[in-house]
């Protein structure tokens, strides 16, 4: 570590020194602990935010389910028998939904027959608006707003735009603001797994990292509890806003902002507070001489002659570099099309449990989880046989039990085997998606791996979007294409490299070189 220099004070002889400089993760080593009672606090208050995620991102499982209909008592006969699978061929005015016409937006608005696209067009309007979200916090979470800035401001916009939902008069309103709570949503992942993670060590941040997973899923469990007590779509959404708001309130005082954040925006003093502060609550102590810096100056810090760093221009990489180069270029198109693949597959399966025809609150709860074990399996997997076989085999496992539940019936027995291999899929898929940020970061150079990265997430959000018009086609077809979607992603990762135990390379040229002589 950088070596402190003494001078001699011309003042009564007094030792001066220069500070230590030291970049953060060598100062959460050293010093204050690189997961201790601070940061346990401030990940489970911060990733609560995730559970907020997932009630307003499923939701729509609820409020646009097609509910229960029937015969009029007088209209029993040739005109309606209530065992037909569809009431579209069925004279109007000789049956009615079983729960009232209020219960969902397709019970009210009419959304069945030549109109049920518009309940998958929704849906997908919620994850168009979710990928434009994203780009914008997390600009924002960069910029002037901070971490803790825009996740106060993405979960105050998800409480009004859930209430006004809960308000509205027609279809195009409430699509609207399904757009707009998307828009919100978006940044709650991101905001939250940033803030999180950041003031956690290297050696714990990919397992905590990982382990955010759990509130979403957690959260999926819990709205299921929700929707079975507010059966009313209105009720429903106004009672799955609420806790954004009591999270405003009651959490997000007690969480602190990012010191990365301070650090990058030149705010030393504030980062430096707040070190001191998670040293003293992990039981340690900050000692004098040490000074929190850029990785750069901190490493510049450490050499007596510092003079590589100046005069030097940035190593600046984009999107466009990683086409022209030939390894990257290819690294991208497959790391694009795996996470399209996976991201419609595990929002498929997670919408589409409205096909199978059993109890749904039930099914969702299940679902959520069947979700759980994989974060746990894949996190203790991971490092043992590696990124690329890891992957392959979720995606199969998946792929394989989706086909299983494609050439189940829908009726008797058979549904609920249909509903084992969706639960079982799922698994599989929520496996996938635990791997895929880890192993699409690892392929390509530091200089375009956040630029990558926003490619592969652009292309999760596409498939999200195409999701609800998969699972619009109902019966066996959903499931038949999820099957195909998760043999082909496994197919495509067999071109990917391994990356387990390879260094993470900075440039262009650093990669090339390090793969000829592989």
Request: aromatic residues 12%; positive net charge.
């Given at each position: 570590?950088?070596?402190?220099?003494?001078?001699?004070?011309?003042?009564?002889?007094?030792?001066?020194?220069?500070?230590?400089?030291?970049?953060?993760?060598?100062?959460?080593?050293?010093?204050?602990?690189?997961?201790?009672?601070?940061?346990?606090?401030?990940?489970?208050?911060?990733?609560?935010?995730?559970?907020?995620?997932?009630?307003?991102?499923?939701?729509?499982?609820?409020?646009?389910?097609?509910?229960?209909?029937?015969?009029?008592?007088?209209?029993?006969?040739?005109?309606?028998?209530?065992?037909?699978?569809?009431?579209?061929?069925?004279?109007?005015?000789?049956?009615?939904?079983?729960?009232?016409?209020?219960?969902?937006?397709?019970?009210?608005?009419?959304?069945?027959?030549?109109?049920?696209?518009?309940?998958?067009?929704?849906?997908?309007?919620?994850?168009?608006?979710?990928?434009?979200?994203?780009?914008?916090?997390?600009?924002?979470?960069?910029?002037?707003?901070?971490?803790?800035?825009?996740?106060?401001?993405?979960?105050?916009?998800?409480?009004?735009?859930?209430?006004?939902?809960?308000?509205?008069?027609?279809?195009?309103?409430?699509?609207?603001?399904?757009?707009?709570?998307?828009?919100?949503?978006?940044?709650?992942?991101?905001?939250?797994?940033?803030?999180?993670?950041?003031?956690?060590?290297?050696?714990?941040?990919?397992?905590?990292?990982?382990?955010?997973?759990?509130?979403?899923?957690?959260?999926?469990?819990?709205?299921?509890?929700?929707?079975?007590?507010?059966?009313?779509?209105?009720?429903?959404?106004?009672?799955?806003?609420?806790?954004?708001?009591?999270?405003?309130?009651?959490?997000?005082?007690?969480?602190?902002?990012?010191?990365?954040?301070?650090?990058?925006?030149?705010?030393?003093?504030?980062?430096?507070?707040?070190?001191?502060?998670?040293?003293?609550?992990?039981?340690?102590?900050?000692?004098?001489?040490?000074?929190?810096?850029?990785?750069?100056?901190?490493?510049?810090?450490?050499?007596?002659?510092?003079?590589?760093?100046?005069?030097?221009?940035?190593?600046?990489?984009?999107?466009?570099?990683?086409?022209?180069?030939?390894?990257?270029?290819?690294?991208?198109?497959?790391?694009?099309?795996?996470?399209?693949?996976?991201?419609?597959?595990?929002y498929g399966l997670s919408l589409n449990v409205v096909n199978l025809k059993i109890n749904l609150y039930l099914n969702v709860l299940l679902n959520s989880v069947?979700?759980?074990?994989?974060?746990?399996?894949?996190?203790?997997?991971?490092?043992?046989?590696?990124?690329?076989?890891?992957?392959?085999?979720?995606?199969?496992?998946?792929?394989?039990?989706?086909?299983?539940?494609?050439?189940?019936?829908?009726?008797?027995?058979?549904?609920?085997?249909?509903?084992?291999?969706?639960?079982?899929?799922?698994?599989?898929?929520?496996?996938?998606?635990?791997?895929?940020?880890?192993?699409?970061?690892?392929?390509?150079?530091?200089?375009?791996?956040?630029?990558?990265?926003?490619?592969?997430?652009?292309?999760?959000?596409?498939?999200?979007?195409?999701?609800?018009?998969?699972?619009?086609?109902?019966?066996?077809?959903p499931f038949a294409v999820f099957a195909v979607c998760g043999i082909l992603g496994g197919v495509f990762v067999f071109y990917l490299p391994e990356t387990l135990?390879?260094?993470?390379?900075?440039?262009?040229?650093?990669?090339?070189?390090?793969?000829?002589?592989?």
């Open positions: 570590m950088a070596t402190t220099l003494s001078l001699e004070s011309s003042y009564g002889g007094e030792d001066l020194r220069l500070p230590t400089k030291m970049c953060i993760d060598d100062m959460l080593k050293k010093h204050c602990g690189e997961f201790g009672r601070w940061q346990l606090k401030q990940f489970v208050l911060t990733s609560l935010a995730w559970t907020l995620g997932a009630f307003h991102s499923m939701v729509m499982i609820f409020a646009d389910r097609e509910p229960q209909w029937r015969c009029h008592p007088g209209a029993a006969g040739s005109h309606c028998h209530t065992g037909s699978p569809s009431v579209c061929g069925l004279p109007q005015g000789s049956w009615e939904w079983a729960g009232g016409r209020r219960g969902t937006t397709v019970s009210e608005w009419g959304l069945i027959c030549g109109d049920k696209f518009k309940v998958g067009l929704v849906h997908a309007l919620f994850f168009v608006g979710s990928m434009i979200g994203a780009g914008i916090f997390g600009h924002l979470s960069d910029s002037f707003l901070g971490r803790k800035g825009s996740l106060a401001v993405v979960c105050a916009l998800n409480a009004i735009f859930g209430c006004l939902t809960a308000l509205s008069p027609n279809y195009l309103t409430y699509a609207l603001l399904r757009l707009l709570t998307g828009f919100s949503s978006g940044g709650i992942g991101l905001c939250a797994f940033v803030l999180a993670t950041e003031p956690i060590g290297p050696k714990k941040r990919g397992f905590a990292g990982m382990s955010t997973f759990y509130f979403f899923s957690g959260g999926i469990a819990l709205l299921s509890g929700i929707a079975y007590i507010f059966q009313t779509w209105r009720h429903l959404y106004i009672a799955s806003s609420i806790p954004s708001f009591l999270y405003i309130i009651l959490v997000l005082p007690f969480i602190s902002e990012s010191p990365r954040w301070y650090l990058v925006r030149g705010k030393i003093r504030e980062a430096m507070k707040l070190m001191s502060t998670i040293a003293s609550s992990n039981g340690k102590q900050l000692p004098n001489g040490v000074l929190l810096a850029l990785d750069e100056e901190a490493s510049a810090s450490a050499n007596d002659n510092n003079e590589h760093l100046e005069n030097k221009d940035a190593v600046v990489g984009s999107i466009l570099d990683v086409v022209r180069t030939p390894i990257t270029r290819v690294r991208l198109l497959l790391a694009v099309a795996v996470n399209f693949l996976g991201s419609l597959v595990y069947g979700e759980m074990p994989a974060f746990i399996i894949t996190a203790v997997l991971l490092d043992r046989f590696g990124r690329k076989p890891l992957t392959v085999g979720t995606m199969w496992f998946s792929g394989f039990f989706c086909l299983m539940g494609s050439l189940m019936s829908n009726v008797g027995v058979w549904k609920v085997v249909r509903m084992v291999c969706g639960v079982l899929g799922i698994f599989g898929m929520a496996g996938t998606y635990n791997l895929l940020f880890i192993y699409t970061a690892e392929l390509f150079p530091t200089v375009v791996r956040n630029a990558a990265l926003g490619c592969a997430t652009q292309a999760a959000q596409m498939g999200a979007i195409l999701a609800p018009f998969v699972v619009v086609l109902g019966g066996w077809l135990n390879q260094p993470l390379y900075d440039t262009f040229n650093g990669l090339e070189a390090g793969i000829a002589q592989s």
